[in-house]
């Protein structure tokens, strides 16, 4: 997928950015994943230092989907590592992006998947399956909803209500 620079969206739309259908995500996620870029609606799970249902949403296919993932911000733990990092790419999900951690960041880095997350932390999380999915979530900078759009790459991470061309 040959996807517009998000520095290009921006410009393209910055009517939507005025009016709030576009948002700009805080700058403070890094790419762990083989594609730096990518793009597709937002799946929604909101958890916290429990990755057992992100574990269940990426065995599902994501059908160029993008697993967005309110962990609460947490620095004490990871909740997506080389194995699920390895599952998203088998199953077709476009990316992952994550308010929280991920560690196995060398299996990552091969997976042809769009990885995008705050930092890296070597312990695992609890897997008790506990959390929300399809719900709304404050990821930093903007609240997202289920079905929005997300657009990422080097220069950051765009929400949009819309589908963007």
Known sequence: MTMIPVTDLCDMHEDKLVYGSLRVLTPVFRSFGKRAAFAGPASTLKVFED??????????QGAGRVLVIDGGGSLRCALVGGNLGKLAEENGWEGILLNGCVRDTRELAECNVGIHALAVHPRKSIKKNAGQREVGVQMPGAYIQSGEWIYADEDGVLVSQDMLE
């Open 51 to 60: 990755n057992g249902l992100v574990r269940a949403a990426l065995e599902e």
